[in-house]
């Protein structure tokens, strides 16, 4: 048999804090938008900030999975181009607000499930949920990962 890849097994690990629907349910809206607020934020520091912020995960991407990688260059880019085109005083104030929020719902999504979050074990985790939505997106398209 052969040996699991590590996207895989971390996909795997991540999956158990996340079979109950609605958990899931809010993991797809909220996840999102953290990564997008969280952009929001270091975008408000310097563009270059954020940037280089998503190189970086993108290095981590592509180490773990080429086509997962390039879903999150298409994601991270999109979201690099609302940020440059948002009212530049506006994107800090509503990026913090909205982060706080979705990362409430995604407690409370844990309340639900009854387990806590995944990150609290393995900071890594901060990283592979995005991955874990987008996996969703990925088998929904018939695309390998």
């Not at 991540?14 to 997008?36: G, K, M, Q, W």
């Not at 995944?118 to 939505?133: E, N």
Request: aromatic residues 12%.
């Amino acid at each position: 048999m052969p040996q699991a890849r590590t996207i895989d097994l971390l996909l795997e690990q991540y999956a158990d804090s996340h079979r109950n629907p609605t958990n899931e349910l809010i993991h797809f809206v909220c996840v999102p938008v953290i990564v997008f607020t969280l952009l929001g934020i270091l975008w408000s520091i310097h563009p270059l900030v954020a940037v280089l912020a998503s190189l970086g995960a993108l290095a981590y991407y592509w180490k773990l999975s080429r086509p997962f990688a390039l879903g999150m260059l298409l994601m991270a880019a999109v979201m690099l181009g609302l940020l440059a085109l948002m009212p530049p005083m506006t994107v800090l104030p509503l990026s913090i607000a909205i982060f706080v929020v979705a990362w409430i719902g995604q407690f409370i999504g844990h309340k639900i499930e009854g387990k806590k979050p995944s990150f609290l074990d393995d900071v890594r985790f901060l990283l592979i949920g995005p991955l874990f939505v987008l996996g969703f997106l990925y088998r929904r398209l018939h695309l390998a990962y």
